[in-house]
């Protein structure tokens, strides 16, 4: 036209040819994307879009997009990696399979990122397919690609069919400039660099930052490194696993999130190189809380975190410093499928469990007595909080997925809150000093754990001053499987801003935090919090001071798996063992037998384990089970690399008994849960041909195909053993009477009637692959007693249909734990554990029962219990549980607990041996939760006993009270 056009609401007259109008609309002095229409010359011309980009730290980059071209997007060839136009950087995708991406979207995204290219290519694709977009940034054009026509770039976005998003098999491609420009060292030269080694290792970095200098506090350090940490570097820093290298500033790359619940889980490749040497693999956790020796567990903490810093001084990848243990969630109900991971059911034991490990790992034993040591490494408590189901099915079928730990809400009154699923956590922050949490995977009454301000407030309160982290994908799954808010930007605003989850397990921080800023979800001082958190992390672990004086610098290959780990190690297996039954006693097995008459009459066993007749014969073994002879079955989940061979059951007794005994062993079984007639005959032929039978039952963590599986995102359906299992040890037991039950497992199994028929059972949960077999054999061979207790109580079969898997509640009928349960009687206790050798209690000082009241002039007082080995042959270890038990408590809101545990102590007794312990009752330990409207516990004034137990048989009472 002769004259300046008049274009229409969705577009705007050209500033430099008056007579065509380009596509979009201005809004103030900001230019934003309304429409692409490829078949107008004039729009294909320009396309402006506006980026609220922030970077450097500093000002609003106002960016313009430009038509770049339309390109072929192909794969060569089968198998062959595509050729992308774009030279890809990342790749970002929308939520919901597309239906609101456009061609705005795409730059956006790129663009507050860095990057100058958009490509965005996809279709519109018949249901059940649906559309599917995907937007490509980069920094240049792939010159192995082909230039197609426009027409190939034409299909309407499903967002906005006004606009264009490329096409099938094809890509249109953006270009942005902004101004200020995008920041340097993100497509164009990086940003200079300093020499590569430990953060403030470079002189440069002495002189010019003074996060550097140590003679500031840590948070005069923090004040200077922030805020040089760009927004477009922040994503990657708060990102497990690996947060990225700075090296402008100096700052080498941190790895986020080292499993460690027993032991340094890695990978064997990173045991190449290291003279043979590699991780030590303790017991499960749940063996370690079964010991209740928190000695032994702080041992192997510090073990732990020993070979997390050796590791590390070895240049070893994926190992960090932050290890992503100990789990101290309760074990609620025996169904979950990681109850061998956690420790108890009681929140006093996972709280000391918790503590124990904490302070072991944290505070290590290297120059304990300089007050500006660093940490050894980090704990992150893992999951809070009511965290306690995978994947469960009510029919029991779990491909339907009716309850995922994704989408699962816990309904949690405050009240049990206060006394069952927080005690532990806090115990561990206030007496541990944990200074790492990971969120839960669950909602927490309708919030997602990583969203709660409830629990970040909780925390505060107890002074927690550490990280938190996400677990694996949750900020990305508060959006898909919570449903908690509609996009990533969104769940990462409730991340930060009410959760303060500073770690990201997952990519939603590294590819959308700029994007939740860009939109205003997030500011800098929520970014800053997170940043500061967690290299406040860093500074304590002494990442950012000198190497030299630092003993922790030292620890290399001959600090893994050394003596003192393999002695932590066997005692730590030794002193799991749980022996619930041993009628006769059949139990220790002596190695020879006497035959009074003759060799064709009836064996006698000898009275003492180490007695040898000298008409004697050695006696025989078969060692019965799937799990007999397996090394893997003994470690359970989480587990580490072997280099060598361990021994299973079955070897381990082998080279246990005199040379030329019988050993045999007969697996009686496919695997786990398949049954074989032919396997189970030959183990029943084997059984009735010797001496004795040592039958592996349980459960297994590695292969989900089978019965009797149980692990992280498995639930168990069925409380008791397979059913193929539960045939082999009737036809086991009636072929051979002389049989031991050896149990491996993590979940409580309903022992209804082996309870009844087998004459000895052994639990042994799984008791590790390197000293967990030799424990078993030495405990059978009466080369020490086991003294193990559960922690936790075993259900009769009936539980699983009186009870609700889902319900959280501690006090709904028939209850959950020691506390609370009245249904059928447990087949055994909480607290239970036999021994070789038999105990008594008395009470110390006078040898009466003391008489305790506390006053509001007397907060604590204590008593004394001796503790005596009454058994004339055999050393043996006995744990001391102190409890209290509400009589008449009238202000607290029932239903009151049975008793409740607050104190515990372990003692190794020879025989006639005594030990006194003391036994403290505080006002800081006799406590009840408030209601179930508040959060808290407190001393309420009342009558009370005092109980002291061994978890079975005699017990001590004495009355005492609470007064005004």
């Avoid at 400039?177 to 993100?186: D, N, S």
């Avoid at 290399?556 to 190690?569: C, E, F, I, P, T």
């Avoid at 105990?839 to 003391?850: K, M, V």
């Avoid at 001590?956 to 609470?962: E, K």
């Amino acid at each position: 036209p002769s004259e300046p056009i008049v274009c229409g609401a969705n577009n705007f007259r050209s500033s430099t040819n008056p007579s065509k109008c380009c596509c979009g609309k201005r809004s103030g002095v900001v230019l934003t994307m309304a429409a692409i229409s490829i078949g107008t010359s004039a729009c294909v011309t320009l396309l402006v879009v506006m980026s609220q980009l922030i970077h450097l730290g500093m000002g609003t980059a106002q960016c313009t997009s430009e038509w770049d071209g339309c390109y072929t997007d192909y794969t060569p060839a089968p198998g062959v990696p595509p050729v992308r136009p774009v030279e890809i950087a990342i790749t970002v995708t929308p939520s919901a399979q597309g239906q609101n991406f456009t061609a705005a979207w795409c730059v956006d995204q790129c663009a507050i990122r860095g990057y100058p290219l958009a490509g965005i290519t996809g279709g519109e694709h018949p249901a059940p397919q649906g559309n599917f977009y995907y937007c490509y940034c980069g920094c240049t054009i792939n010159t192995a690609t082909h230039v197609a026509s426009h027409s190939d770039c034409t299909t309407p976005c499903a967002g906005n069919h006004s606009q264009q998003c490329g096409g099938n098999g094809h890509m249109l491609v953006l270009n942005t400039t902004c101004t200020p420009p995008l920041p340097p060292g993100i497509c164009g030269p990086p940003a200079p660099g300093l020499p590569p080694g430990p953060a403030c290792s470079q002189d440069v970095a002495k002189r010019n930052f003074s996060f550097c200098n140590t003679s500031l506090d840590i948070e005069a350090r923090l004040d200077d490194l922030v805020p040089r940490i760009l927004l477009t570097e922040a994503g990657a820093q708060l990102t497990a696993r690996q947060s990225p290298a700075i090296p402008r500033l100096g700052i080498p790359s941190f790895y986020w999130g080292t499993n460690a619940i027993h032991g340094v889980r890695i990978g064997s490749s990173l045991c190449q190189g290291t003279n043979g040497r590699c991780v030590t693999s303790f017991p499960q956790a749940l063996n370690l809380a079964c010991s209740f020796n928190v000695s032994n567990i702080a041992a192997m903490g510090n073990v732990i975190g020993r070979e997390m810093r050796a590791l590390l001084n070895l240049n070893k990848s994926s190992v960090g410093l932050t290890a992503w243990g100990p789990t101290i969630n309760i074990i609620r109900d025996p169904r979950w499928g990681r109850n061998q991971e956690t420790a108890s059911e009681d929140p006093y034991v996972s709280g000391e469990y918790g503590r124990a490990f904490t302070a072991g790992l944290q505070q290590g034993d290297i120059d304990t007595n300089s007050p500006s040591r660093p940490l050894q490494a980090v704990a992150t408590l893992k999951h809070v909080a009511a965290y306690s189901l995978e994947d469960w099915s009510p029919s029991g079928n779990f491909s339907d997925h009716t309850y995922t730990r994704q989408t699962f809400n816990a309904v949690v009154c405050n009240r049990d809150l206060s006394e069952t699923y927080l005690p532990a956590f806090e115990r561990a922050i206030r007496r541990g000093g944990a200074l790492g949490i990971m969120y839960s995977c669950s909602e927490l009454n309708g919030v997602p754990g990583i969203d709660s301000a409830f629990l970040r407030d909780q925390m505060a309160s107890w002074g927690f001053r550490g990280y938190r982290t996400t677990d694996g994908g949750q900020v990305a799954q508060t959006v898909s499987s919570h449903h908690w808010v509609p996009t990533i930007e969104e769940s990462i605003h409730f991340a930060l801003a009410s959760g303060e989850s500073d770690i990201d397990d997952g990519g939603s921080y590294h590819n959308s935090l700029l994007a939740a800023y860009a939109k205003g979800l997030v500011n800098r001082s929520l970014i800053d919090r997170a940043l500061r958190n967690t290299y406040r992390i860093r500074f304590l672990l002494g990442l950012f001071d000198p190497d030299a004086g630092q003993a922790y610098k030292k620890l290399g290959v001959d600090d893994l798996n050394d003596a003192h780990a393999q002695s932590v190690n066997k005692i730590a297996a030794e002193e799991s063992l749980v022996l619930l039954k041993n009628d006769g006693p059949l139990l220790p097995f002596a190695t020879t037998k006497t035959m009074p008459h003759g060799p064709n009459d009836t064996n006698v066993e000898t009275t003492d384990a180490r007695e040898t007749a000298t008409t004697s014969a050695l006696r025989s073994w078969a060692v019965i089970g799937p799990n007999g002879n397996s090394t893997e079955a003994l470690m359970g989940s989480y587990g580490m690399p072997l280099l060598q061979p361990y021994p299973s059951i079955f070897t381990a007794l082998q080279q246990s008994v005199p040379a030329g005994a019988l050993v045999a062993y007969a697996p009686g079984m496919i695997d786990n849960g398949r049954a074989s007639p032919t396997l189970a005959a030959a183990a029943v032929a084997l059984a009735a041909k010797v001496d004795n039978v040592v039958l592996v039952l349980g459960l297994q963590t590695t292969n989900s195909a089978e019965e009797g599986y149980e692990s992280e995102q498995h639930d168990r359906f069925d409380l008791g053993l397979p059913p193929a299992q539960e045939a082999l040890a009737a036809a086991v037991l009636a072929a051979n009477k002389r049989c031991v039950v050896v149990l491996i497992h993590g979940g409580a199994l309903a022992l209804d009637t082996l309870k009844v028929t087998a004459p000895a059972i052994l639990d042994a949960h799984y008791p590790g692959a390197m000293t967990g077999a030799q424990a078993v054999a030495d405990a059978l061979l009466g080369k020490f007693s086991p003294g193990g207790k559960l922690s936790y109580s075993v259900m009769p079969h009936a539980f699983q249909h009186l009870s609700n898997f889902t319900s959280m509640s501690m006090t709904t009928a028939p209850g959950r734990t020691y506390k609370y349960y009245t249904g059928p009687a447990a087949l055994w206790g909480f607290g239970f554990g036999l021994s070789y050798t038999t105990f008594s209690l008395a009470w110390g000082d006078t040898g009466s029962a003391p008489n305790i009241t506390l006053t509001p002039f007397t907060d604590a007082q204590a008593t004394s219990v001796v503790v005596t080995n009454t058994g004339t042959s055999m050393a043996g270890d006995e744990v001391v549980q102190a409890y209290f038990q509400p009589l008449s408590v009238p202000g607290a809101q029932p239903p009151l607990p049975k008793r409740v545990l607050f104190q515990f102590e372990r003692v190794h007794l020879k025989p006639g041996e005594s030990a006194t312990i003391t036994v403290n009752v505080s006002k800081a330990s006799i406590i009840l939760p408030l209601n179930n409207e508040t959060i808290g516990q407190m001393a309420y004034i009342g009558k009370y006993n005092l109980i002291i137990s061994r978890g079975h048989g005699e017990e001590l009472t004495a009355p005492f009270g609470i007064e005004c």
